[in-house]
């Protein structure tokens, strides 16, 4: 394993940037390396995982098949925050991927335990 | 210490490139090394030779490239955030048979890894972004 | 090689109408961390504005060539120090890591 871990944050829903595409790519490239990666999902972001996605009719790549890969690329460690589950009114059932809910306090110190974060 | 940056911006809003040139500057000024530049995103719309910056502007392209001639800095430029963006070294050229490679000298296309190397290799990983 | 005393160096460079952007990144700042505003972000760096930021307790940093070129100076709230590209530097290595915010 590397000498350093890295954080993800996703911000932006679904088909609206090229930002969560990018933040997966980089997730991938870097588990490669052997880099251990988790992933947190904030705010808006927590809308690229719910449920019932048909992104065909937009005729764009569904990045839900990414994200419920990510396993076999051993990232394990995605985090959604409470909060932000009731915001949107969702529970963790309502998404597609395993996520820990946790609290802002909690979040706060994931970012700190972290060596690097990217943030697009 | 040793920097990399990770360039995520549009050279056509924002002033995130010119704090990453400044900022490099400073840094290199200050006798700190610059392991790696990693343009990503659509930062690297911008490193087309063919693009045309208006007389009375600044091109940041240029400036990476006086930047880097002076200190020997590693400008990497995301090979599959280039292609889909129509950004080509004669390699990539060839390979999806197009007209022109137009990706400016200078800049070298490459894959995430090297981010990742970035990350590794580095003391500090700093993100300029819009 | 790392000669860090501090935390992380939280650095945001949008207006204070990006709610959710300066939301997510208080939530994120704890003691040993500390906010520098550049670009738009400087706006922030404003009386009334930076109000809510010095709440947070940490130190407050804005970038002086942002401030001179939107032409602000005047308008500083008193517990944000104005720093030069060399401190941005200074700031970066004595801080472990950084997290951007755009």
């Given at each position: 394993m590397a000498d350093k871990n890295l954080l993800l944050i996703f911000r932006n829903p679904p088909f609206a940037d090229s930002s969560n595409r990018d933040t997966l790519d980089i997730a991938l490239a870097c588990s490669a390396f052997d880099i251990p990666v988790s992933l947190i999902f904030l705010h808006d972001g927590i809308?690229?995982?719910?449920?019932?996605?048909?992104?065909k009719s937009l005729q764009q790549k569904n990045l839900l098949n990414t994200f419920n890969a990510l396993a076999m690329y051993d990232i394990n460690q995605l985090f959604v925050l409470q909060s932000d589950l009731q915001r949107f009114e969702?529970?963790?059932?309502?998404?597609?991927v395993d996520c820990q809910a946790i609290s802002d306090s909690k979040m706060a110190q994931l970012l700190r335990q972290s060596d690097r974060v990217i943030n697009l | 210490m040793i920097f990399s940056l990770l360039i995520y911006a549009s050279?056509?809003?924002?002033?995130a490139e010119q704090t990453a040139l400044r900022f490099s500057r400073s840094a290199l000024a200050q006798g700190h090394k610059i392991h790696r530049v990693f343009f990503y995103g659509e930062t690297v719309?911008?490193?087309?030779?063919l693009k045309i910056t208006p007389r009375?502007?600044?091109?940041i392209t240029r400036q990476w490239l006086d930047l880097a001639a002076d200190d020997d800095l590693d400008l990497v430029v995301c090979i599959s955030a280039a292609v889909r963006r129509g950004v080509l070294n004669q390699q990539e050229c060839d390979r999806h048979n197009r007209s022109a490679a137009n990706l400016a000298a200078g800049f070298n296309l490459s894959g995430l890894g090297q981010l990742a190397d970035a990350i590794l290799s580095s003391d500090r990983l700093l993100t300029f972004g819009n | 090689m790392s000669d860090a005393n501090f935390e992380t160096l939280h650095i945001i460079n949008k207006t204070f109408s990006n709610g959710a952007l300066y939301a997510d990144c208080c939530k994120a700042v704890l003691p040993g961390d500390a906010i520098l505003l550049i670009e738009s972000a400087?706006?922030?760096?404003?009386t009334l504005q930076a109000a809510e930021l010095v709440e947070l307790q940490v130190p407050l940093y804005a970038l002086e060539v942002d401030i001179q070129a939107r032409g602000i100076s005047e308008r500083i709230h008193s517990q944000v120090q104005a720093i030069n590209d060399d401190t941005f530097v200074s700031l970066t290595c004595q801080y472990k890591k950084s997290i951007s915010w755009f």
């Open positions: 809308l690229q995982l719910t449920r019932g996605q048909q992104s969702l529970t963790t059932a309502d998404l597609s | 050279q056509n809003s924002g002033q719309s911008a490193l087309s030779n009375d502007e600044i091109d | 400087v706006y922030s760096a404003c």
